[in-house]
């Protein structure tokens, strides 16, 4: 079964909007955290924002932020004002605690494209 | 502070043939992991080594191996390539054993085999 999910293989948003990009996961483990990473074509996956499956409030990181709704499993990116520069694929991930390593597991990515 | 540095960022292989990665982490860093990265089966694990001792490992078949020295670099082999084993490969270091702090990716290297 597939720990990580994202439903969006794409999603279009003009610059300047916000957008909302989907995750949900699965996991038993009560201690985890969530991590979204940036993938531009240049291949770097570049870490954007973290939340904690202990964490009360949502994370936030400049126009970043993580709608967390853990009896949903879901841990939502939301992207505000949209930048021409956003353009790129956006992985979501898990690490658990029972693993006692770093190791992630990634979702399939979501390809965003910001329009002008 | 310099990144995760990977190298080479290209190579191209022909079948049979062995490959090792290398990797710099961000100074300071303890922690280092391998990721393949493929159209199909996108970001999957491979290995991870901390204090240079392999913590964890993914399900890849023994051609894959790495390892740790003590100031942290870190090396992966492939040994007889196959077409299947063409992918981007990343390296990721983290400060902390675990928690809350994320993994800083390498450029990658990208691996053609033919």
């Known amino acids: 079964a597939q720990k990580i999910t994202q439903t969006q293989p794409g999603m279009f948003v003009q610059e300047k909007e916000a957008v909302t990009l989907d995750c949900t996961y699965d996991?038993?483990?009560?201690?985890?955290?969530l991590f979204w990473y940036k993938q531009p074509s240049s291949g770097e996956m570049i870490f954007l924002i973290y939340q904690g499956s202990y964490d009360q409030q949502n994370a936030t990181e400049g126009r970043y932020s993580l709608n967390f709704q853990k009896a949903r499993k879901s841990a939502n990116l939301v992207i505000s004002a949209s930048q021409l520069g956003d353009s790129a694929m956006y992985f979501c991930?898990?690490?658990?605690?029972?693993?006692?390593?770093?190791?992630?597991?990634f979702g399939k990515g979501t390809k965003l494209t910001v329009n002008p | 502070k310099a990144g995760v540095t990977q190298t080479p960022r290209y190579l191209i292989k022909t079948r049979g043939q062995q490959v090792t990665l290398s990797c710099s982490p961000i100074s300071g860093h303890r922690s280092v992991s391998w990721y393949q990265q493929t159209p199909g089966q996108g970001l999957q694990f491979l290995f991870e080594y901390f204090s240079e001792t392999q913590r964890n490992k993914g399900n890849f078949p023994g051609r894959f191996s790495g390892r740790q020295f003590s100031n942290s670099r870190s090396e992966m082999n492939v040994s007889t390539l196959e077409l299947g084993d063409s992918a981007l490969y990343l390296c990721?270091?983290?400060?902390?054993?675990?928690?809350?702090?994320?993994?800083?990716f390498g450029n990658g290297t990208r691996l053609t085999v033919t």
């Open positions: 991930a898990m690490r658990e605690g029972r693993s006692g390593s770093e190791k992630l597991v």
């Open positions: 990721a270091s983290s400060q902390k054993a675990w928690g809350s702090s994320p993994l800083h």
């Open positions: 996991t038993s483990d009560p201690s985890y955290g």
